[in-house]
């Protein structure tokens, strides 16, 4: 049986006379690391911000580590921990001083919890160094182990690689695979970066104008997107006469620069470099291809999409 950490039914949420959220019905898996991907004002951080109890739906209900009820849900979001529009530092205290603040305001006993959590997300060794003088992706780190005070379950992450160069992104993403894979902490995990997401997520959310579009695994997500073979010959004409003659396929395109994508028998290249040798083309490029997140993404949304 599935266990799931968070379940929304129906979740709607409208400001005035305008509907962020629109029956929204998302359902995160315990154990998973939840990608949820939209635009700018797709509902995604009203999401979060109902999830976490910063306001109240308009209308539908939720559950968090199965409970619903108002006080249920208050004792629930004790086992979250966030970072939600940037972590809250102290600029003027130490990696130390900023998680023993953290610790007081959370009524978290016992001080062992700074060095470990330190330890855990790469801190240990900052010494007196104040967060103001902290790079962005220690910053982040920082705002990581705050989050992570009192041993969550789960953890909400709204944008957490923004902005960070690509070694911090690369920080970030090795630190919550290892909270995932070794700590068995889920995680909801909102970006942009949606090549990112495709290095970390197990499952996926698209919202899209307040409403959700699609939740899908990984697996079912690779099945979607469609693989293709890309092509370059010194004559693209007769490259797809020979194509549709020899396979009888047209699920093919041709590309302003002559390139042909071919995402019929993708699976199959040798059979199809064959075909276009024995008919005496020269083959300038061959490689198979697969669209990735991002495009996917945007076919999903109402995006270009090939003919």
């Excluded at 075909?275 to 495009?295: K, N, R, S, V």
């Amino acid at each position: 049986m599935v266990e799931y950490v968070l379940q929304t039914h129906h979740l709607s949420k409208k400001y005035q006379n305008k509907m962020a959220l629109n029956k929204v019905n998302v359902s995160i898996k315990k154990g998973s690391i939840y990608g949820f991907i939209g635009q700018n004002g797709a509902g995604k951080s009203t999401t979060i911000r109902l999830v976490c109890g910063l306001g109240n739906p308009t209308t539908g209900t939720m559950e968090l580590f199965g409970k619903s009820t108002e006080r249920e849900l208050n004792k629930a979001r004790k086992r979250i921990g966030t970072i939600i529009e940037g972590p809250a530092l102290y600029p003027n205290m130490t990696a130390a001083e900023n998680l023993e603040a953290h610790r007081l305001l959370k009524g978290i006993p016992g001080k062992e919890c700074i060095e470990k959590t330190l330890t855990l997300v790469g801190l240990r060794d900052t010494g007196k160094k104040k967060a103001k003088n902290f790079s962005l992706g220690m910053k982040q780190r920082l705002g990581l182990a705050i989050a992570l005070l009192g041993d969550p379950e789960f953890l909400i992450l709204d944008e957490p690689i923004n902005g960070l160069d690509p070694m911090g992104v690369v920080e970030i993403r090795e630190l919550l695979k290892k909270l995932n894979q070794e700590y068995g902490i889920t995680i909801l995990i909102s970006s942009h970066i949606l090549s990112e997401l495709h290095l970390l997520a197990t499952d996926y959310g698209i919202i899209h104008n307040g409403e959700l579009l699609e939740q899908l695994s990984a697996k079912e997500l690779h099945e979607k997107c469609q693989h293709y073979l890309h092509i370059k010959v010194d004559d693209p004409n007769k490259a797809a006469t020979v194509l549709e003659s020899q396979f009888g396929s047209a699920d093919y395109e041709v590309m302003p620069d002559g390139a042909i994508k071919l995402f019929a028998h993708a699976e199959s290249p040798g059979i199809v470099s064959k075909a276009l040798t024995d008919e005496g083309l020269i083959i300038e490029e061959f490689m198979p291809m697969g669209e990735d997140l991002e495009t996917y993404f945007t076919k999903r949304i109402g995006g270009v999409q090939h003919g």
